[in-house]
């Protein structure tokens, strides 16, 4: 599977951004869907991840109550929506696809990524 990221750009802080993650060669329904950023000089961090089924969601307690993991199996593109950006969301963000069925934050699990997408928030 081909990932494409997109959607990033410069926000205010408080302001909203809502990233896509478009995927070709094959659905998405058959892998795990993640979410990853990585700020400069800081290792990739763990954003949300969402089950095979789209049953079971989780979430870093950095982003919780803020940003939601969803996705369109008909376009075949996952979406994260981010609210209330902070200035410390500042980051590219990547999304990637894991072969399984349960949702996980340990980044070398995941078997593709996309390129990544530059998201800055102003303070």
């Known amino acids: 599977v081909q990932l494409q990221a997109s959607g990033g750009g410069l926000v205010q802080a408080g302001g909203s951004l809502r990233l896509s993650c478009a995927a070709s060669g094959r659905t998405i329904s058959s892998y795990v869907m993640g979410w990853f950023r990585q700020a400069p000089g800081k290792e990739r961090e763990f954003v949300a991840s969402k089950s095979r089924s789209g049953g079971s969601i989780y979430y870093a307690d950095s982003v919780k109550g803020r940003f939601t993991t969803s996705r369109d199996n008909a376009k075949n593109t996952v979406y994260l929506q981010m609210n209330s950006l902070k200035p410390e969301d500042t980051a590219v963000y990547y999304c990637?696809?894991?072969?399984?069925?349960?949702?996980?934050?340990?980044?070398?699990?995941?078997?593709?990524w996309g390129q990544g997408t530059q998201v800055t928030v102003s303070s």
């Open positions: 990637a696809a894991r072969n399984g069925i349960s949702p996980t934050s340990e980044y070398s699990q995941y078997d593709y």
